[in-house]
T-cell receptor, first 111, second 114 residues
Framework: KNEVEQSPQNLTAQEGEFITINCSYS?????LHWLQQHPGGGIVSLFM???GKKKHGRLIATINIQEKHSSLHITASHPRDSAVYIC?????????????FGTGTLLAVQP | DSGVTQTPKHLITATGQRVTLRCSPR?????VYWYQQSLDQGLQFLIQ???????AKGNILERFSAQQFPDLHSELNLSSLELGDSALYFC?????????????FGPGTRLTVL
């Protein structure tokens, strides 16, 4: 079993829909990261969370430490949101910030 | 633009060869990370450096080595290349290298081994 699990693996939505991507992890963590990877490869860090909720524009990320679960929400989705969304965790322990990655969610938003 | 640069962007080489990938971190960041992204394994951590010293090691093959230089740029050396080494190699940097730092990713180097 992977230490970081994401669902769904693939998601197709219509423009304007509310989207949720889920991430569960099985290890102690210092922080959870949501990353976005567009076709062509570049990776962008969207959020880093250790508790609660963060919002940036139409993106919202939440984390429940007790349940070891995080969600990424996209409100009023747009075709430009089409990308792979990757959940990653930094292990507890402080001295290193190496990331363990989920397998990603491929999102396609259709006009 | 993350401020992290990687060269080259693309690299095509043959089995058995050796290549060097280069990464320059964001100005002020002391820690550099190397990751490999392949179709079958996804993204995997290879190695982390902080201010010239190795800080953490992941599933890095013995044929691979890395270093971070005094000017903080880093190089990943891949030798005796095999077909299975074909992948995207990302470098990332962060200020302190401690858990909880945001990591800033470079554009990646796409390695194709023929």
């Amino acid at each position: 079993k992977n230490e970081v699990e994401q669902s769904p693996q693939n998601l197709t939505a219509q423009e304007g829909e509310f989207i949720t991507i889920n991430c569960s992890y099985s290890v102690g963590i210092s922080a959870l990261h949501w990353l976005q990877q567009h076709p062509g490869g570049g990776i962008v860090s969207l959020f880093m969370l250790s508790s609660g909720k963060k919002k940036h524009g139409r993106l919202i990320a939440t984390i429940n430490i007790q349940e070891k679960h995080s969600s990424l929400h996209i409100t009023a989705s747009h075709p430009r949101d089409s990308a792979v969304y990757i959940c990653a965790v930094s292990h507890n322990g402080g001295a290193t910030n190496k990331l363990i990655f989920g397998t990603g969610t491929l999102l396609a938003v259709q006009p | 633009d993350s401020g992290v640069t990687q060269t080259p962007k693309h690299l095509i080489t043959a089995t058995g060869q050796r290549v060097t990938l280069r990464c320059s971190p964001r100005s002020g960041d002391l820690s550099v990370y190397w990751y490999q992204q392949s179709l079958d394994q996804g993204l995997q951590f290879l190695i982390q450096y902080y201010n010239g010293e190795e800080r953490a090691k992941g599933n890095i093959l013995e044929r691979f080595s890395a270093q971070q230089f005094p000017d903080l740029h880093s190089e990943l050396n891949l030798s005796s290349l095999e077909l299975g080494d074909s992948a995207l190699y990302f470098c990332a940097s962060s200020p302190s290298g401690r858990a909880g730092d945001t990591q800033y990713f470079g554009p990646g180097t796409r390695l194709t081994v023929l």
